[in-house]
């Protein structure tokens, strides 16, 4: 038989043998503790004294364990609730963009964090930076393969000192598009030795090592040189020309 929870409507099903005159019963959705109430025989016999007198006491209790059917509606019940509170929400938001384009413009306009762009390189910051000596050659590497090199010197034409100079090399296909770029601080080279046998991340350590760039790439004196290697690790067969050019060229920082 069901039996329902006269404070949450739970629904449970009870097994005949628990029920008896005065039993009560606790719910274990909401914990409501209430008597188990029984309809009255179909004839006219009234239940005996010991089932209608009994004290509080006296009575057997239970904990009601299985909900019924109808319990599980309601959970259907409740999902649909959910799903129709989305519904109403997409309409209202509908309803905004189709009668209140406003307040979407309003929305989409306010301004967004985004990274700065990288400022362009001042023409007056590099404008008395030449290049020197500056030669294209391939190289055959034991653990790499083919090495295209591109070697030469800076000279810092500025009357005043300069620090950590830096190039840019872009290597060039038969229709002038650009295949191969890389940006570098000048003031290390490589040996032949070294381009022969060193692995690309032994050979790109040794192109960057601050020790050597620090050491030649600061304080560059009006007239002095400083001498730049950049290497393009297996570049493509349609490869033509290339470029070299300065790109940046700072001033040292003031003396105290």
């Known amino acids: ?11 449970y099903n009870l097994a005949e043998e628990l029920v008896r005159p005065g039993a ?5 959705v909401c914990k409501e503790v209430f008597p188990l109430v029984i ?17 509080p006491a006296s009575l057997p209790s239970f904990d009601l364990d299985e909900p019924g059917p109808v319990n599980k509606k309601k959970k259907g019940g409740a999902l649909l609730g959910i799903v129709a509170a989305v519904v109403l929400l997409a309409c209202a938001a509908g309803g905004i963009y189709l009668f209140a384009p406003e307040l979407v413009s309003f929305i989409d306009s306010r301004p967004v964090a985004q990274e700065p762009a990288p ?3 001042p023409t007056e910051q590099v404008k008395k930076i030449a290049l ?4 294209q050659y391939t190289i055959t590497n034991e653990k790499i393969g083919r090495i295209t090199v591109i070697e030469g010197k800076v000279v810092n034409n500025f009357s005043s000192p300069k620090d950590l100079i830096k190039i840019e090399a872009l290597l060039f296909d038969d229709s002038g598009q650009t295949v191969m770029s890389k940006q570098q601080l000048c003031g290390v080279t490589a040996s032949l030795f070294q381009l022969q046998v060193l692995s690309e991340n032994e050979l790109e350590t040794t192109l960057t090592n601050k020790v050597e760039v620090l050491t030649n790439n600061t304080n560059v004196q009006p007239g002095s040189e400083v ?9 493509p067969q349609t490869v033509r020309e290339f470029l070299v050019k300065v790109v940046e060229a700072k001033n040292p920082p ?3």
Do not use: G, I, L, W
Request: with cysteine.
């Open 1 to 11: 038989m069901h039996v329902t929870c006269p404070n949450c409507k739970t629904v």
């Open 24 to 28: 009560k019963c606790r719910c274990t």
């Open 39 to 55: 309809d009255a025989p179909e004839d006219d016999t009234a239940p005996s004294d010991s089932a209608t007198d009994s004290s």
């Open 119 to 121: 400022e362009p390189v």
């Open 132 to 135: 020197r000596s500056v030669r």
């Open 227 to 235: 001498p730049f290697m950049v290497a393009f690790y297996n570049p």
């Open 254 to 256: 003031p003396s105290n």
